[in-house]
């Protein structure tokens, strides 16, 4: 197979440029073109305001932004006596409220916020798109068979829908015409029960299709080439997706909406659902548009209690669906992630965490991404590109030939610039000593060792040209060996912005450490056979990661002292620098460790530990190790991690915090974590509880925790799980 691989890639580094590049391969293009806005939430806004939201958006990498409507009609005080709530004209109090002085309503215009907004947008370069009218009735509608108000509504609604995109047209189009990217119609359509199970004639079809038709025609009349997009949502337990593809299909067809148009289901994250639900029904919306119109796909980023969701389920849920969608936007991230900065910083990682090119999602622009667009392109079984827009080096909007030349040509000018490659020790030592700002050193296969002395340098790379310690062939990785576990490391960095990748390191008492050595990755790794900790972040190491590692059989000789990832140093020995801050332990899985997992000394601030799996097999208990992790530190964020305790008697706790020195051990958020702990009570050697996170003196909080206790899986969302009375359980 390896050499079929390397036939494809001469053959990709063989073909011809035909284009010249358009995508920097070394941008950071946002997963989310745009985000909606809700109008309640900006009506009174003025042009500053504005301006500040169009900067952040600018920031979070959105192109435009999506006002929900401009014009709401909100029916409150009920209906009048024995009236039916389904009749618009029936209720007993009806406010309209809007963006801009309408003839429709004077009484309640909000000034005119939208020419505030298209001011704004225009100075800020982005674009804004503009829903129409939201009248709070459609829900009122839309089960059982259609009626005569729904017919009439619908028919009136499309009308004013489309009377307010002429008045907007005709008031704004001529001086702000360019910023106002496409239209929005407010109505989200779901997979009504008889719509779907086919009892209605095709009649909500037909009833939606013509109403929807009201702002096509108007649209093709004033501005013909700006898009309307609307953004339907599901409900598993109504239809099944393949009913609602056809209802879609039907509405499609009925409306006019044309290949200019967009649809965007709402992925209905939300809700809870799983990835493969998720997936199942945008896949089968993609089907029923059938390329009659642009498909984009609309992320929640709100769970079940309204609260903003987790970027690990934002993630998981982008992924799942991806591939499907020619962009993404989301639902909302000025009310969800915009308000809080953590939040807000966190989306941005994840948001922007993406390189032109990086098909296999590795983090380095490869040979053996061109060799994954190759395989797609021959339709080869096993070819899968997760997310597509990043092939598309052209910017075309499509995967052909030409976007594999031009990462030909990418390639070639990539291996022309300071690529370094080594197969053996001596040279290894000569690029490691020698290294430079830039330098990509790269390892081939095969054992080099590194028992005469370690691997070390003090030389400092830059946040635009870090200095790459990597495998020439990620499937088959060089292997750094020393001569015995019980002293020595594998790998010493004392210089800052260092990438090593894809390495494995044993047979040493440690393997990598890093020193005064800070924004440095250590990803795709693994490390093993090793007499203690396997990676040490210490000496003000700080911004630093450890990504997609796999690290076990540490502690070989020194149990006690044998932890997965150590970050800081504890405060009984002298010559280090503790502070050690801002450090990140993502996605590593841990067997076999026989001290804590991960051990975050005190004197260090805000480590990140995320999507990690912690087996608790061989933990010893040596030097009171009793959890996967254990926090000294201060403000860690542990989240979206997995433990399993498989009935070592020697794991007390999922996590631990300790006290070490006066004033940390303290404000750590522990969220949406899973433990599988077997048992309650009554473990061997321990009567007390096993809790999820035990720390008695620490004002720590909680969310979304979840707990097995050999009987299932429960939320751990009260007391009997957290060994203190400081807890703060956030919703």
């Known amino acids: 197979m390896k050499k079929m691989i390397s036939l494809l890639a001469a053959a990709v580094l063989a073909m011809p440029a035909a284009l010249p590049m358009k995508a920097d391969c070394a941008e950071r293009p946002s997963k989310f073109t745009a ?28 192109d435009s932004l999506i006002i929900q409507s401009v014009f709401d009609i909100i029916r409150s005080g009920g209906t009048a006596e024995g009236a039916s709530e389904r009749d618009p004209s029936a209720y007993t109090s009806t406010e309209y409220r809007c963006f801009y002085p309408t003839s429709y309503s004077p009484e309640y215009n909000y000034g005119d916020t939208l020419e505030c907004a298209l001011r704004a947008a225009e100075k800020c370069g982005i674009k804004l798109w503009i829903g129409t009218l939201y009248d709070e009735m459609w829900w009122k509608y839309g089960w059982g068979e259609p009626d005569d108000y729904f017919r009439d509504w619908s028919a009136s609604n499309g009308k004013s829908c489309a009377d307010i995109i002429e008045e907007i047209w005709e ?9 106002i990217a496409g239209w929005y119609y407010p109505n989200e359509i779901w997979n009504i029960d008889s719509a779907c199970a086919g009892t209605d004639s095709g009649e909500y079809a037909e009833i939606i299709g013509k109403s929807i038709g009201c702002s096509v025609d108007m649209i093709e009349k004033l501005c013909p080439e700006k898009p309307l997009m609307i953004s339907p949502f599901y409900n598993p337990e109504i239809s099944s997706s393949a009913q609602y593809s056809s209802f879609i299909s039907d509405i499609v067809t009925v409306s006019g909406l044309r290949p200019v148009d967009v649809y965007a289901p709402q992925d209905c994250g939300g809700s809870g659902y799983s990835e493969e639900v998720i997936r199942e029904w945008i896949a089968a919306q993609k089907e029923a548009v059938g390329g009659r119109m642009r498909f984009w796909v609309n992320n929640e980023c709100f769970d079940k209690e309204s609260a903003p969701m987790s970027i690990g389920t934002l993630s998981s849920n982008y992924y799942s669906t991806s591939d499907l969608a020619e962009k993404n936007i989301l639902f909302s991230w000025d009310h969800y992630y915009a308000s809080d900065n953590s939040l807000s910083e966190e989306f941005a990682g994840f948001s922007m965490d993406n390189i032109m090119g990086d098909l296999n999602r590795d983090g380095v622009f490869s040979i053996a991404d061109a060799v994954c667009l190759q395989k797609w392109l021959l339709s ?12 598309d080096l052209c910017g075309d909007g499509r995967i052909d030939g030409f976007d594999l030349c031009m990462m030909r040509s990418e390639l070639i000018r990539n291996a022309n610039e300071n690529v370094i490659i080594v197969t053996d020790i001596s040279q290894l030592y000569t690029a490691v000593k020698n290294a430079a700002p830039g330098d990509v050193i790269k390892l081939a296969p095969g054992e080099y060792d590194c028992a005469s002395k370690m691997i070390s340098s003090e030389t400092d790379g830059t946040p635009e040209a870090p200095i790459t310690l990597s495998a020439l062939d990620p499937d088959d ?18 210089g800052d912005h260092w990438v090593l990748d894809g390495l494995v390191c044993t047979n040493s008492q440690k393997g990598i450490v890093l020193d005064n050595s800070n924004h440095t990755v250590i990803k795709n790794c693994e490390l093993h056979t090793l007499g203690a900790e396997a990676v040490a972040v210490r000496d003000g190491s700080s911004y630093c990661t450890v990504k997609g590692c796999y690290i076990h059989d540490t502690g070989l000789r020194s149990p006690g ?24 332990v993502v996605d590593c899985t841990f067997k076999n460790v026989a001290a804590e997992h991960i051990d975050v000394k005190e004197y260090t601030t805000d480590t990140e530990i995320c999507g990690c799996t912690f087996y608790g097999d061989g933990m010893t208990g040596e030097n009171y190790a009793g959890s996967f992790i254990d926090l000294k530190g201060n403000d860690c964020y542990v989240h979206d991690n997995v433990g399993y305790r498989n009935k070592n008697p020697k794991i007390v706790a999922a996590f631990e915090v300790h006290e070490q020195a006066e004033g940390w051990g303290y404000h750590h958020v522990f969220e949406n974590n899973t433990l599988y702990m077997d048992q309650p009570y009554g473990a061997e050697n321990t009567s007390r509880r096993m809790y999820v996170v035990d720390g008695w003196f620490s004002d720590f909080s909680v969310k979304d925790n979840r707990v097995d206790y050999g009987e299932g899986l429960v939320s751990a969302d009260s007391w009997e799980y957290y060994n203190s009375d400081h807890v703060t359980y956030l919703k």
């Open 380 to 391: 080869a079984p096993d070819a899968h590109i997760s997310d597509w827009r990043l092939a």
């Open 477 to 494: 990785p060089p292997v750094l060996k020393g001569n015995t576990t019980e002293h020595g490391y594998v790998l010493h960095i004392l």
């Open 561 to 584: 002292y044998g932890e997965g990832v150590y970050i800081g140093s504890a405060k009984s020995t002298t010559g280090f620098d503790y502070k050690c801050d801002h450090n990140k």
């Open 35 to 62: 985000s909606f806005i809700q109008g309640w939430y900006c009506r009174e806004w003025n042009e500053s305001r504005w301006s500040e939201e169009f900067m952040a958006a600018r920031d979070a990498g959105f």
């Open 171 to 179: 008031r704004y189009g001529e001086k702000y015409g360019d910023q």
